[in-house]
């Protein structure tokens, strides 16, 4: 489990790497939670390329994103979404509180 | 019908070990020549009740996850994740959507998930005791 995170004009981008469930899911909280209160970035991008599953700890994961750039007007945005995380992601109705690009090809 | 193989995990309560559960599952369900998306549903929905023993059945203390895999003939898959921990007061109250004792972030979606990517989901628990959550599905060989 790992959290790159790299901030370019703006935005934040955290590219999140391994399993995602409630375990692992506090550690990469921390790490993003900690850059993002300083930067407050006005675009959260969370690249799951590299996660290969997801419970709905990622969901919280998300949401408790969401709800944390909302404090400045911050806006989060999914990518690198796999079949089973979008299935996951979809379920819980993500797409109403922040952007998914789709994956190219 | 008797099951044609089976197996039973159990580990500490520990979180770290949410991983170990659910790919032990999996690893078991491989003979069963699953699909890619069949296999991965069914790891999350034994990572959401797993994952619930831990957080909610040992919220304080330690203790024991018991797993118990069967698979029977058609193809169907029995898991029952079991734990003897604090049990659930209202299990129709535990199960709706969005509802969590949890805190700490927890979508409230863990009944929900694994209704929705299980064919059946049964729930039973007597509080003080302990809970169990039997989860079905089959799979379907690849074509």
């Not at chain 1, 506090?26 to 993002?36: F, G």
Request: hydrophobic residues 40%.
């Amino acid at each position: 489990m790992s959290v790159q995170l790299n901030y370019k004009e703006g935005v934040l981008t955290a590219k999140l790497s391994g399993e995602i469930d409630h375990h692992s899911a506090r550690e990469m909280r921390e790490a993003i939670d900690d850059t993002a209160q300083k930067l407050k970035p006005y675009c959260l991008r969370l690249d799951f390329t590299e996660v290969p599953f997801m419970d709905s700890s990622g969901v919280g994961l998300i949401l408790g994103r969401v709800r944390l750039c909302g404090f400045w007007r911050g806006r989060v945005v999914l990518c690198g979404l796999s079949q089973s995380l979008g299935k996951m992601v979809e379920l819980a109705g993500i797409s109403s509180v922040a952007a998914i690009e789709r994956r190219a090809g | 019908m008797k099951p044609v193989n089976q197996a039973q995990i159990s580990f500490s309560s520990h979180s770290v070990n949410e991983g170990f559960g659910r790919a032990a599952v999996a690893a078991f369900l491989a003979q069963l020549d699953p699909t890619v998306a069949d296999l991965s549903d069914m790891r999350t929905a034994v990572s959401e009740a797993v994952t619930n023993a831990i957080v909610h059945g040992y919220r304080e203390q330690m203790g024991t996850v018991y797993i118990t895999v069967k698979i029977f003939e058609d193809g169907k898959a029995v898991v029952r994740v079991r734990d003897k921990g604090c049990g659930i007061p209202d299990v129709k109250q535990a199960m709706e959507p969005l509802f969590t004792t949890g805190g700490e972030e927890r979508a409230g979606l863990g009944f929900a998930v694994m209704q929705s990517f299980c064919d059946s989901v049964r729930v039973s628990s007597t509080p003080g005791r302990g809970t169990s959550v039997t989860l079905v599905k089959r799979f379907e060989p690849k074509a």
